[in-house]
Each structure stands twice: as structure tokens, then as C-alpha cells.
């Protein structure tokens, strides 16, 4: 297995971004942008195509903004 460069810097950006919805949803205590955070930190290990993991995590991204 080959890690390019292309998906280090998808897993850098987007984990980053989760590592921030982490830390707010936990000060905050809101469930649903806690496990958001966790998703985004996770995803770029288990998803391997980098175009799905962009799409995935936009997704994640944004639905706290549309779910309450």
C-alpha cells in the first residue's frame, strides 16, 4: 500500500477540521459535532479514494449546520 501525497494533505486538512469540531462539540456538549469531529479524524484511515473522502467529509462538515 502507497501513501501519496495527495491523501496526506486530505487526511492533514480534514483532520485538522475534526480535531475542531472535537474540541467545540465537547466544550459546548453537543453530541452531534463531537462525533462529527471523531468522523473527520477517522475518515481519511478508512477511506482510501481521495475524491469520496472530499465528498464524505464536506458532507460531515455540513450537516450539523442543516441537522439541529
Not at 482510501?48 to 455540513?62: D, F, M, Q, R
Request: hydrophobic fraction near 55%.
Amino acid at each position: 500500500m502507497t501513501i501519496d501525497v495527495t491523501s496526506l494533505l486530505l487526511g492533514l486538512v480534514f483532520g485538522s477540521i475534526g480535531f475542531g469540531y472535537f474540541i467545540y462539540g465537547k466544550k459546548r456538549k453537543n453530541k452531534m459535532i463531537f462525533w462529527v469531529g471523531i468522523a473527520l479524524m477517522v475518515l481519511p484511515y478508512v477511506i482510501t479514494n481521495n475524491v469520496l473522502v472530499v465528498i464524505v467529509s464536506l458532507a460531515l462538515i455540513l450537516t450539523p449546520y442543516y441537522i439541529k
